[in-house]
């Protein structure tokens, strides 16, 4: 975006845990986290980041799922049980991130503005039903966002949902902790075939 904004160091430090954990994460369309992990019941009521890289490991995300997993791990104070669903045998427990518990954590780091672009980015919609102090410049970035959204749409190949996870993630490092969709490379995205 053209607005000037502060660099966002918790920001940059997610999109580089996500850039890190890249090849263990399972990024898929429709699903902001979901999955099974194990976790003995002693160990239920505390916070995600104990458990990060097993929730990581258990669960399919989209950028912003795979952005809280991040949070998670580097900044705490996500409780585990906000995202427990319920048991699956002794020590296998269901997870799943719904839209209130995913949007209240990623608020810590992230505008709803950038949720929203980040979101229509990587799942290829528009963000149309929000209001920006600067509208003009948000549906500028929303159309571009959704421009490079368009082109994998529809592909839940491994190997595409990872590049657009990658270049979603260094567009916010490379922009300070912003994410800017009009710098995204749009003829980059849905050329890999294997998963």
Known sequence: MTTQRPRNEQAIAVAQDVLAHLERLQPV???YLSGNIDL???FRDQDMQKHADAV????VVCALGACLISYAR??????LTDFLLDRQGHSRMRIHGYYPQVMDTLRRVFSQEQILLIEGAFEGFRASSFESENMEEFCKESHAAWVYGAGHRFSQNMAVRRRVLRDIM????ANDGWFI???LQVN???TETSA
């Open 56 to 59: 990581q490991d258990g669960c």
């Open 188 to 190: 980059n995205v849905g």
């Open 74 to 79: 580097l900044y705490d104070n996500v409780p």
């Open 181 to 183: 969709p009009s710098q």
């Open 40 to 42: 003995a019941p002693e």
């Open 170 to 173: 260094e567009n916010i490092v």
């Open 29 to 31: 369309l429709g699903h």
